[in-house]
């Protein structure tokens, strides 16, 4: 394993070298920007109001930040230039990017609501939620978009077109962040250590899978399941078809937002109180490399993708 300073993270990489990892640090107040192949911290940005849901476009080189503190969202370039900020309202929290329709959906916590607009920010339309909604992920085929409702213990459906409501799906307690993969919805519910899987069509509960403590992450890679365990600084790693526990990773204290690389063997994590990002070998569930970053780091989203 190797491991990066971050006082040596300070020379530029050169563009498009491998992937870039998008990294919220709350308490820091900042944005960094990871090259994942190098280690390198291309630039650190100043965003205020706790930054950490995050939605990265890596065919645009933009990523989309919202902070948590006051729902503002802050529109960055790959070479960390801010090009647009907007108030999306306090309660504005997870954030999920349709590119190709040039649409993005932003849960309203306090609200109980989903929203779609433009990704130039302008409204589309908005539907009733469960109360508390954290996260949201779009379908494969971007027709249907989920909302972990995390009060009601539920997943709510929606057409992503319209709003229209589709289906709810129960869940564990206090479902928070919720991921697309292979044709379902799976579920960090984390009161219950447990993750659910959900039928992406139907929204037919079709599995559950028993997790470390506190589960706050879902990402796929090499055929496995990835949750991050908050309170248990783990991972637990499963079988993508038949649930079945495949044994746990040791990574930083307190765990949270986890992302593949586009390599698919590869994943990437936040370790919110160890002030590290961890690269993870998915095929040989080992850590790789751990990257000092900025304190507080979450990345709630997808923050993972090819450097332009």
Known sequence: MRRVAAA????????????????????????????????????TVPVAGAPAPVAYDPAAGRAYVISAETGALTVLGADGAVLRQQALGEGSFGIALDAAAG?????????????????????????????????????????????????????????????????????????YAVTFHAGRFWTADVQSDSVTVIDAATGRVTGRVETGSHPYGVAFAAGKGFVTDQYAAT??????????????????????????????RRLALANWDADTLTVID???????????????????GLFVGPAP
């Open 8 to 43: 040596l993270l300070l020379a530029a990489a050169p563009a498009g070298a491998g992937d870039l990892a998008v990294v919220t640090s709350q308490t820091a107040q900042a944005v960094s920007l990871v090259d994942l192949d190098s280690g390198v911290v291309r630039v």
């Open 103 to 175: 649409r993005m959906f932003v849960t309203d916590w306090y609200g109980a609501r989903l929203r779609c607009l433009t990704l130039d920010g302008a409204p589309v339309w908005a539907a009733a939620t469960g109360p508390a909604p954290a996260g949201v992920a779009l379908s494969g085929d971007g027709r249907v978009v989920v909302t972990a409702d995390r009060d009601a213990d539920r997943l709510s459906a929606f057409d992503a077109a319209t709003g229209a409501p589709l289906w709810q799906a129960p869940t564990g307690t206090h479902p």
């Open 235 to 264: 991972v637990t790693v499963f079988d993508a078809e038949t649930l079945a526990p495949l044994g746990r990773i040791e990574v930083g204290d307190y765990p949270e937002g986890i992302a593949a690389l586009s390599d698919g």
């Open 282 to 300: 998915a095929e040989t569930l080992t850590v790789e490399a751990t990257i000092d970053v900025p304190a507080g780091p979450r990345s709630f």
